[in-house]
Every structure is written in C-alpha cells, then in structure tokens.
Antibody, heavy 113, light 112 residues
Framework: EVQLVESGGGLVKPGSSLKLSCVASGFTFSSYGMHWIRQAPKKGLEWIALIYYDSSNKYYADSVKGRFTISRDNSKNTLYLEMNSLRSEDTAMYYC??????WGQGVMVTVSS | DVVMTQTPPSLSVAIGQSVSISCKSSQSLVHSDGKTYLNWLLQNPGQSPKRLIYQVSNLGSGVPDRFSGTGSEKDFTLKISRVEAEDLGVYHCVQATHVPYTFGAGTKLELK
C-alpha cells in the first residue's frame, strides 16, 4: 500500500524558514516524480513544486520561486520542501503527492507574528 | 500561466440525481506528446484529495463508473450519474500539461 507521510510543519514568524519532509513507502520511490501542493484555509488547491524521479528537473510556481526548494533523497525514500522567507500568504496545508493518485495526509504551516 | 475556470462553484443535489461540472482552460491542454493531461480530483470533507479521472476520460483505479469525464482542447466536463452520499465534497480539475500546473477553483457538491 502506498503511503506518504508529511512532517515538519508548525507555527513560524514571517521571514523565517521551515523544512518539510515526506516519507514514502509502498512503491519504488526512486522511479517517480513527486509534487508539493498546498491549500490555504478555506481555499482551493495550489501546485507549488515538482521534482523528477532523479532530481534532474525541478519546477516551481511563481509564488514560491526563489524562496522554496524541492529536493529528494532516494536512499531514504524522502521528499523535502525547504521554505525560506516565509510570508503570511504561505499559511496552508501542505501535501506531497505521487502523480495525482497518492496524497499524504498533509502538514499545516502557519506563518504569523 | 493556464487559467482553469471551473463552474459552478457549488451544487446542491439529491441522492440519485445526476450532475455535471465544467472546467475550461485558457489554452489548449494538448501536450506535445499528443496526450491531454486533465485530471479530476475529489476532496471529501476533512480529507486529502483523491484522483477520479486522468487524461480527460480515464477512470482511476477503484473509481465507480458513475463518474465519467469528457472533453477536448480547452473544454472539459465531469459527470456524476446517480450521486451517492460518499460523492459529497469538493471537486477539483487540474491541468498537468503546462508548467506551472494549475487547478480550477473547485466545485462544492452538497446534499439538497
């Protein structure tokens, strides 16, 4: 069974940094591209980043480009999202996803002073 | 960026009724490989999204056949025949042809 488990969220102040993790199991992690997608409270879904299976390509939404970095460690079956210069508008539930089929339960990030 | 215009924003339905949701894109979603990467997702209350339909009309694994997707180029529709209680939640369309990938604003399906 495919499982994706996010962690690393929390309450942080504007301008600070946070690193999210997503541990994958139940499939060959190193064979799949992975996404980060977020959902602000009571809002729709927003795709924010994609990394290819071998880290050869990475893509970002304009809203996070230059501030967020997606990465992965295939030896640890883990996907990461490093978030810098956080803003109040980054407050959201953050999901990792394999294709559009398998999603984690999400991790909440709240940016507030 | 591709803008996905999803309508209606909400639907009130009775169990057993059929409904349709529209998603229109600001540009063609036909990829250079010839495929059209338009997906439909359902997010039940308090849960993560799950994929229903991929590449316009292909039913995801385990998805009941009362769900169907149609469309081409820039105009897409999700139809639910004979709505059941487990179908209630927010439906999202998402295009995965052009980076950045973009979602529709969502359609909330509620019980009448």
């Amino acid at each position: 069974e495919v499982q994706l488990v996010e962690s690393g969220g929390g309450l942080v102040k504007p301008g600070s940094s946070l690193k999210l993790s997503c541990v994958a199991s139940g499939f060959t992690f190193s064979s799949y591209g992975m996404h980060w997608i977020r959902q602000a409270p009571k809002k729709g879904l927003e795709w924010i980043a994609l990394i290819y299976y071998d880290s050869s390509n990475k893509y970002y939404a304009d809203s996070v480009k230059g501030r967020f970095t997606i990465s992965r460690d295939n030896s640890k079956n883990t996907l990461y999202l490093e978030m810098n210069s956080l803003r109040s508008e980054d407050t959201a539930m953050y999901y990792c996803a394999k294709s559009w089929v398998n999603w984690g339960q999400g991790v909440m990030v709240t940016v507030s002073s | 960026d591709v803008v996905m215009t999803q309508t209606p924003p909400s639907l009130s339905v009775a169990i057993g009724q059929s409904v349709s949701i529209s998603c229109k894109s600001s540009q063609s979603l036909v990829h250079s490989d010839g495929k059209t990467y338009l997906n439909w997702l359902l997010q039940n209350p308090g849960q993560s999204p799950k994929r229903l339909i991929y590449q316009v009309s292909n039913l995801g694994s385990g998805v009941p056949d009362r769900f169907s997707g149609t469309g081409s180029e820039k105009d897409f529709t999700l139809k639910i025949s004979r709505v059941e209680a487990e179908d209630l939640g927010v439906y999202h369309c998402v295009q995965a042809t052009h980076v950045p990938y973009t979602f529709g604003a969502g359609t909330k399906l509620e019980l009448k």
